[in-house]
């Protein structure tokens, strides 16, 4: 007669609890990537393209934009609430706009195409291109600061884990061109804060960015779009917004207390730096020298330019500048064909080695 030995009849109850821990495990794992499987994929997509830092990410999830929309936000940290809540599930956003100094203007090619160009100028800040497709909105390219985002010499997202913060990417565009052709770059203007209180909806200053490229077909749209909410500025200061369109149109949009006003210009080419073009407050600011070349090179061309010629005079007024100190350095320069959805970009003035893309 034989029998069981009592140290198996022990073990069977343990091998039973190991067997329920590991499929709590994989049954919580599965729950986990069901969450976030769009924000894991979209995670997947980063990768770096130059060695003075520029990435690229591929929007795959749903940001929740008309989420946003609905609710508006009156400040920086209302922003950040929301985003913190709608797509990093409760992790904290280190999110903040310091004082940025940069250079735009717009033009036609030889061949008539409508292009747009941005100089960033800033410390020392690491670049990361966007590429979104809403569901509800228009696909556009943006290029987004990851400095805002808590990046920095020290932390790059060059692991799945380090680079979750970049979900937020989304709400921090400082520039960018749509499918529809709408390209916008957005500018710092020391003066007083705008924060518009006509009982509309409030937005902030990036998420303004992102509502012209996710839903303006046209400058005209643009400015319609902007005129429905009540701009609140970020980080204690004012900005101001140069926006094209594929047809060659342009307008620079600026807010003074509760009045946005809009400024055209009478030739095919329009520039904006970091100074007022309101004619009531016209020059408060900075970056007049900026100005005059972008403005003195464009009617010497009769504001026709190549993509080539356009990122050259980038190169021409990108920084360190005579005016300025070395803290605004031109961290990326970058050239939109609103015709054909190409971006050039060149990193860390590094105009000699130019990352190519298209929507």
């Not at 228009?138 to 600061?145: D, G, K």
């Not at 509760?258 to 309101?278: E, I």
């Not at 005079?313 to 015709?339: G, R």
Request: aromatic share 10%.
């Amino acid at each position: 007669m034989t029998s069981t030995p009592k140290h198996s009849a022990r073990r069977h109850p343990l091998r039973i609890l190991l067997v329920c821990v590991l499929l709590a495990l994989v049954v919580a794992l599965a729950a986990l990537v069901t969450l976030f499987q769009g924000e894991l994929r979209t995670l997947m997509t980063v990768e770096k393209q130059r060695e003075y830092p520029l990435y690229t990410m591929n929007y795959l999830g749903d940001y929740g934009f008309d989420k946003y929309l609905a609710e508006g936000s009156a400040s920086d940290a209302e922003l950040i609430a929301f985003v913190t809540r709608t797509l990093l599930k409760g992790i904290p956003l280190p999110f903040s706009i310091p004082d940025l100094g940069c250079s735009t203007f717009n033009a036609v090619t030889p061949e008539g195409e409508a292009i747009f160009g941005r100089n960033f100028d800033l410390s020392y800040s690491p670049a990361l291109l966007v590429r979104t497709q809403p569901k509800d909105g228009y696909a556009s390219l943006s290029m987004v600061n990851m400095g805002f985002l808590g990046y920095g010499e020290g932390k790059l997202p060059d692991s799945l884990l380090s680079s979750f913060i970049l979900l937020a990417a989304p709400y921090a565009p400082l520039d960018g061109v749509n499918e529809k052709g709408v390209s916008i770059g957005v500018l710092l203007i020391p003066t007083e804060p705008t924060a518009q209180e006509t009982g509309k909806t409030p937005i902030s200053t990036t998420a303004a960015v992102r509502l012209v490229l996710d839903k303006a077909a046209s400058v005209d749209e643009a400015i319609d779009l902007l005129s429905r909410y009540d701009m609140h500025a970020s980080a204690g200061s004012s900005y101001h917004f140069q926006i094209a369109d594929a047809q060659g149109h342009s307008a620079v949009v600026e807010f003074e207390g509760d009045v946005m006003s809009v400024v055209r210009a009478d030739t095919p080419y329009q520039a904006c730096t970091n100074f007022l073009q309101t004619p009531a407050y016209y020059g408060q600011g900075k970056g007049l020298e900026r100005y005059d070349l972008l403005v003195r090179t464009l009617a010497e061309k009769g504001g026709v330019l190549t993509m080539e010629e356009g990122m050259a005079l980038l190169s021409a007024v990108s920084q360190p500048f005579e005016d300025v100190t070395s803290d605004s350095d031109t961290q990326w320069s970058v050239m939109y064909n609103n015709a054909t959805g190409e971006a050039v970009v060149c990193a860390g003035r590094d105009y000699e080695n130019p990352y190519f893309t298209s929507l």
